[in-house]
């Protein structure tokens, strides 16, 4: 009994990103492209929406809403338009040599 080391509890292992299925690696992607458009567009319909505040209605909130609104649906309609089409792993930074 003495001769023996004691156990240790071991926690589970994890999956690593690259042993995880190709749909939810695509899924993830698609996933993180769809947020991270809704925030830049939301942001940048912002931003015009308060330039045309101050610029030419006197102050007012509606063109940020407006601003808001726009850039939120585009965002929302891309990431729909991408979700319904069937795609393939992204070739997005690979450097294709055509003869």
Do not use: Q, Y
């Amino acid at each position: 009994m003495a001769d023996t080391p004691p156990s240790t509890p071991t926690a589970p292992a994890r999956p690593s990103p690259s042993s995880r299925p190709m749909s939810e690696a695509l899924l993830n992607e698609k996933w993180d492209h769809c947020i991270s458009s809704l925030v830049i567009r939301s942001s940048l319909g912002v931003g015009f929406g308060v330039v045309f505040s101050v610029l030419l209605f006197k102050r007012r909130a509606w063109p940020v809403w407006t601003g808001l609104g726009f850039g939120a649906g585009r965002a929302w309609e891309e990431c729909d338009s991408s979700f319904k089409r069937p795609s393939a792993p992204s070739k997005e930074g690979i450097r294709v040599i055509r003869p």
